[in-house]
Nanobody
Framework: VQLVESGGGMVQPGGSLRLACAASGFTFSIYGMSWVRQAPGKGPEWISTISTDGGSTYYAGSVKGRFTISRDNAKNMLYLEMNSLKPEDTALYYC??????????????WGQGTQVTVSS
């Protein structure tokens, strides 16, 4: 299992970023996929999951209405569109194989992470 995130960076409050995750080493299309994040000094937080066909999406309350998860099974890619970013969104963002908060318990199926910093 290999998951490689990209697209992080520094952005001002209210700004936007689009994260991408390239998946390989497994049959991407048969797994639900998720994004999790970890802020400095805090535990990991599940933020979103998408079903195998992309037809169902789920969000944590902290990001609902601002973030959008999507996937392209033909390209083995997972995405996270982040809008209206806030300083509290600052964290290392990980792509994870699996669905829901169960993903928090298995870091073996996370990528290496991409840093998102929201600051003026």
């Amino acid at each position: 299992v290999q998951l490689v995130e990209s697209g992080g960076g520094m952005v001002q409050p209210g700004g936007s970023l689009r994260l991408a995750c390239a998946a390989s080493g497994f049959t991407f299309s048969i797994y639900g996929m998720s994004w999790v994040r970890q802020a400095p000094g805090k535990g990991p937080e599940w933020i979103s999951t998408i079903s195998t066909d992309g037809g169902s999406t789920y969000y944590a309350g902290s990001v609902k209405g601002r973030f959008t998860i999507s996937r392209d099974n033909a390209k083995n890619m997972l995405y996270l569109e982040m809008n209206s970013l806030k300083p509290e969104d600052t964290a290392l963002y990980y792509c994870a194989r699996g669905a829901g908060i169960e993903t928090l318990g298995n870091r073996a199926y996370w990528g290496q992470g991409t840093q998102v910093t929201v600051s003026s």
